[in-house]
């Protein structure tokens, strides 16, 4: 549960250094995602809420132990994650005019427009999300995990077996590891309906075919003496991950044009130094591997095992962040999205946080 809430806060982090240079790189992210001036996060929102998120956690960690320490027995104790996760689901839809609420609505918004993609126009913000939420599928599973745990009263018996093996978790596993990807996919559908770019439906090839390698490491994760298995997942990731790695260079980031004045770029740059972009290039590539290892199975103990997804998953979050970035540069130089009647993006002007 503390891995969840550290992730979320990650995530939220690199969220606020993405505001912070989209706002230094003069990239008008406010008019791109449509959001209010008045209204949207500035980068110090973002850095305290995440600073704020994270003390909560570690405070309800350190009563935890000091509880266990004095005395307490587990069953007493163990409910307090479960009031924390609470009165945290509480405060994103409470209806009072307080801490966000313009944000907060906004945040639940786009997630129902996802939740239900083929039925909804897609917007610039809703797949942008979407995307977000490919990158914390392992967030998703603590999620399913902490609210089976309580739902079901395990914290009481200290007894968890419904909800880490049987029919019920590899079901579940199976649906949480699809569903990010399914709703991107029928984003991609509703956008060639709208638009009839066949570029919308090689976009959601890419989402299938992280579905099926998706699959193929779930199923061998429980079948992991089976060679055949493990042939099927080198293949379907191999395939995913390149599917993924030109997509993001050629299509989200714009670059890898042979022809552009600047070699193997773009034309157009936001950043100055272009030593960056192909560091970026690398970055993210190594990245993109790291993550496909979470599911090539090292032979460490329990601990150590849930220690390394912890860290690969953080590692998949940062490439995210980073992918965030470069992903706004494109469409703030070159309007790719079609989302507005207009042929550029305003540059924007200045506003009270320009101090």
């Given at each position: 549960?503390?891995?969840m ?8 982090f690199?969220y ?13 992210y406010n ?8 209204t ?11 600073t ?8 309800a ?12 027995s587990?069953?007493?104790v163990?409910a ?22 313009p ?24 797949f942008f999300?979407a ?11 603590h999620?399913?995990?902490?609210a089976c ?6 914290f009481k ?8 093996s049987?029919k ?11 569903a ?9 559908a509703?956008?060639?309906y ?6 919308h439906?090689?976009?959601m090839?890419?989402?299938?075919s992280a ?16 060679k055949?298995?493990?042939?099927i997942v080198l ?5 995913a991950t390149?599917?993924q790695?030109?997509?993001d ?19 157009d ?17 190594v990245?993109?591997v ?18 390394l ?12 962040g980073?992918?965030?970035f ?17 042929l ?6 200045r506003?009270?946080d320009?101090?």
């Amino acid at each position: 549960m503390c891995s969840m809430f550290a992730l979320l806060s990650l995530h939220l982090f690199m969220y606020g250094c993405n505001l912070f240079l989209w706002k230094s790189s003069r990239i008008n992210y406010n008019f791109i995602f449509e959001f209010q001036p008045s209204t949207a996060l500035k980068y110090r929102d973002a850095f305290l809420i995440c600073t704020s998120l994270m003390t909560a956690v570690v405070a309800a960690m350190v009563i935890h132990l000091v509880l266990l320490s004095n005395g307490f027995s587990p069953q007493q104790v163990d409910a307090i994650p479960g009031i924390l996760l609470l009165m945290f689901m509480t405060l994103l839809i409470c209806p009072l005019n307080v801490l966000y609420r313009p944000t907060r609505f906004c945040f639940l918004r786009v997630i129902r427009n996802i939740v239900f993609s083929p039925f909804y126009k897609v917007l610039m913000v809703d797949f942008f999300m979407a995307d977000q939420l490919t990158s914390q599928i392992p967030l998703l599973r603590h999620m399913e995990s902490t609210a089976c745990y309580f739902i079901a009263g395990s914290f009481k018996t200290h007894r968890n077996e419904m909800c880490k093996s049987g029919k019920f978790y590899r079901e579940t596993a199976y649906f949480i590891s699809f569903a990010p990807y399914f709703w991107r996919a029928m984003q991609c559908a509703r956008r060639w309906y709208d638009e009839s770019d066949t570029n919308h439906l090689a976009n959601m090839g890419k989402y299938v075919s992280a579905m099926v390698a998706a699959g193929a490491r779930l199923t061998y994760a429980q079948q992991s003496e089976s060679k055949l298995w493990m042939a099927i997942v080198l293949v379907t990731s191999l395939v995913a991950t390149t599917y993924q790695l030109y997509w993001d260079f050629v299509k989200d980031w714009g670059l890898l044009n042979p022809k552009s004045k600047n070699p193997w770029l773009r034309d157009d740059l936001i950043v100055k130094n272009k030593s960056i972009y192909y560091v970026s290039i690398a970055f993210n590539f190594v990245l993109r591997v790291a993550w496909l290892e979470t599911v090539m199975g090292f032979h460490v103990g329990p601990f150590e095992s849930r220690l390394l997804d912890f860290f690969l998953a953080s590692l998949e979050v940062i490439r995210r962040g980073h992918w965030n970035f470069y992903r706004l540069e494109n469409e703030h130089l070159n309007n790719v999205g079609k989302f507005r009647a207009v042929l550029a993006v305003p540059l924007p002007f200045r506003d009270i946080d320009s101090d």
